[in-house]
């Protein structure tokens, strides 16, 4: 079987209606934010002796003086949306952007996380709603989801068991975290679509690498406690020591898998023209430059506008990346992306011409 370029044909974003600045919490919760340092983020993002032990903590130093660590605003769901009226939009604007018909369509992979169907998950009730008639599957790799599963649906088009595969990726926290608990200030809501296909050649996925971070299991777990309408829900709990197995395993983890996808690709980290990390914290960019050694002018950080959005961060700065023009046809694209309690991976692409959805979002957020 002949080897052929695969990679993302189209891409699109999509974020709730409403938009919370860190002045939403300062109003609402002035209690809560006068003693945050006794509160859960404080407890996740600090340094558990009194200096930095590694390059994480030194990179976060700065932010520790900030009760909100270092997060600027973040979209949250409004009553009537939901994952899966994100995931629709942004379904619709990458199928519009690259002008696939539903017929074009032969595979969906959903990837939901905070979805309101725990069970089931969205990939049926998605391609309902979009009325495409192929199969539709559900995949979990946590805030790595997107990433592991833009590597599953290149791998399949490449093998030709498809020929246009549809991903989308949803991010939720708001339905898995109370607003009370300080760890819902760094976090936010939405989703991102790509289509899959067969590219010019030598554009697409050139390598890969992927590694379990087993290491990190325990770090985050779920409970079933009150809400403040003193209804049982869900909820995403930090674990004990969470702090020090996340800043502790952080560089092993962004080597390993940037290493390995760029020796995989044939390409030295050097060759790389831009690099897109996951950002689930304010200093996240420059932890990942510093660790591999590059400029971080080679590298974008939308966590002051998004928050922490999951398995949406890396699509996100990728689609960003784009439209202002930092990376350009046939540029070497590094994406990095870390799940907890389940993968961490990177991959080197050779940027196609990639058509992007319409940014409509970023005009018509409110302001909380």
Avoid at 50 to 59: K, Y
Avoid at 210 to 228: K, N, Q
Avoid at 263 to 268: L, R, S
Wanted: glycine share 6%.
């Amino acid at each position: 079987m002949q080897d052929y370029s695969v990679g993302i044909r189209s891409l699109a974003l999509s974020f709730p209606s409403t938009k919370c600045t860190n002045d939403y919490y300062r109003q609402k919760y002035p209690q809560i934010v006068s003693q945050s340092e006794q509160k859960s983020l404080a407890r996740l993002f600090s340094l558990a002796d009194s200096t930095p032990s590694n390059e994480f903590d030194q990179e976060m130093l700065p932010y520790l003086q900030d009760p909100f660590r270092g997060a600027v605003e973040r979209r949250i769901l409004a009553p009537g949306e939901s994952s899966l009226t994100l995931e629709y939009r942004a379904a619709r604007d990458a199928l519009e952007a690259g002008k696939f018909s539903i017929e074009d369509i032969d595979l969906a992979i959903a990837t939901s996380f905070g979805t309101e169907e725990v069970v089931a998950g969205n990939a049926a009730f998605l391609v309902n709603q979009l009325g495409l008639h192929c199969p539709a599957w559900n995949l979990n790799s946590m805030c790595s989801s997107g990433i592991v599963a833009l590597q599953t649906a290149s791998t399949l088009v490449r093998a030709k068991e498809y020929r246009n595969i549809l991903v989308v990726t949803s991010c939720a926290y708001s339905r898995l975290l109370d607003e009370r608990d300080t760890l819902s200030w760094i976090t936010g809501d939405g989703a991102a679509a790509f289509v899959v296909s067969e590219l010019k050649a030598n554009q697409g996925i050139l390598g890969s690498k992927i590694v379990h971070s087993a290491e990190t299991c325990g770090a985050f777990h779920t409970e079933i406690a009150e809400d403040s309408q003193g209804k049982l829900r869900l909820f995403m709990k930090t674990g004990k020591g969470a702090n020090r197995v996340i800043s502790n395993t952080a560089a092993d983890f962004v080597l390993r898998c940037c290493e390995g996808a760029a020796a995989t690709a044939n390409v030295t980290i050097e060759q790389i023209d831009f690099f897109i990390f996951n950002t689930p914290t304010a200093w996240f960019t420059k932890f990942g430059a510093q660790i591999l050694g590059i400029n971080p002018e080679r590298t974008i950080n939308l966590y002051p506008e998004y928050g922490n959005i999951g398995p949406v961060l890396p699509l996100a700065n990728l689609y960003h990346a784009a439209l202002s023009g930092k990376i350009h046809e046939n540029d070497l694209v590094l994406v990095y992306s870390f799940g907890a309690s389940a993968n961490a991976t990177a991959i080197v692409m050779r940027w196609g011409d990639v058509a992007l959805g319409s940014a409509h979002f970023l005009e018509k957020s409110s302001i909380e």
